[in-house]
Structure formats: C-alpha cells, structure tokens
Nanobody, 121 residues
Framework: QVQLVESGGGLVQAGASLRLSCVASGRIFMINTTGWFRQAPGKERELVAVASRGGGTNYGDSVKGRFTISRDNAKSTVYLQMNSLKPEDTAVYYC???????????????WGQGTQVTVSS
C-alpha cells in the first residue's frame, strides 16, 4: 500500500501563490507517476499536473504556464507551485500516485485525503 499526505492549502486572494506538498510513504518503489488532481463543487475531478519518475510532466490546459509540478524523490515528496491564482482554481486538491500494472496486478491509483484551496476575487 501507499499513503499520501497533502499540506499547503488555504485561502488566498486572486493573483497570489501557494505551494502544495504531498509526502508519500509505504511501497513507493512501485509508483511511477505522482501528481495532483482537483475537484470543484458540482464538477468532476480533473487533472492539474502529473510527473513521472523519469522526469516527464503533463499539465491540465487551465493551469499551463501558472502551475509547476516537481518531485523530490529522495524525500518522497511531490510539490505543486501555484502562481497567479484565480477564483476558478478554487477546489479540493488531491495528491495522486499511480502504480503501473505489475505481473498479474492491474494498475492502481492511490489518493490523499485532499486539501482545500480557496481563491477569493
């Protein structure tokens, strides 16, 4: 199993910055990609950013150029630097870790408990 613990959410004004952190523990050697998703009230969960163990990254269209994901493999931590925040960025942000298929085991997603980010106008 893999456990994920997020921190760093809060209430900020539009244009401000926040940094989210997610510390992974457990069988993290099985994990390939880690990243962030978010879910606003009444909306589906959506991709924010993911980073692979090899260094590749992928961002949701709405955050490109404003958010940056980074990994510190030595600390088993993934960060999300969020700049130029907008009210539409308001959501619960979830840390995600993905284990690829291994032998007879299918791929599996692990999720943190979520951290609230609220951006006021």
């Amino acid at each position: 199993q893999v456990q994920l613990v997020e921190s760093g959410g809060g209430l900020v004004q539009a244009g401000a910055s926040l940094r989210l952190s997610c510390v992974a523990s457990g069988r993290i050697f099985m994990i390939n990609t880690t990243g962030w998703f978010r879910q606003a009230p009444g909306k589906e969960r959506e991709l924010v950013a993911v980073a692979s163990r090899g260094g590749g990254t992928n961002y949701g269209d709405s955050v490109k150029g404003r958010f940056t994901i980074s990994r510190d493999n030595a600390k088993s931590t993934v960060y999300l630097q969020m700049n130029s925040l907008k009210p539409e960025d308001t959501a619960v942000y979830y840390c995600n870790a993905n284990r690829p298929p291994i032998g007879i085991l299918s791929a599996k997603d692990y999720w943190g408990q979520g951290t609230q980010v609220t951006v006021s106008s």
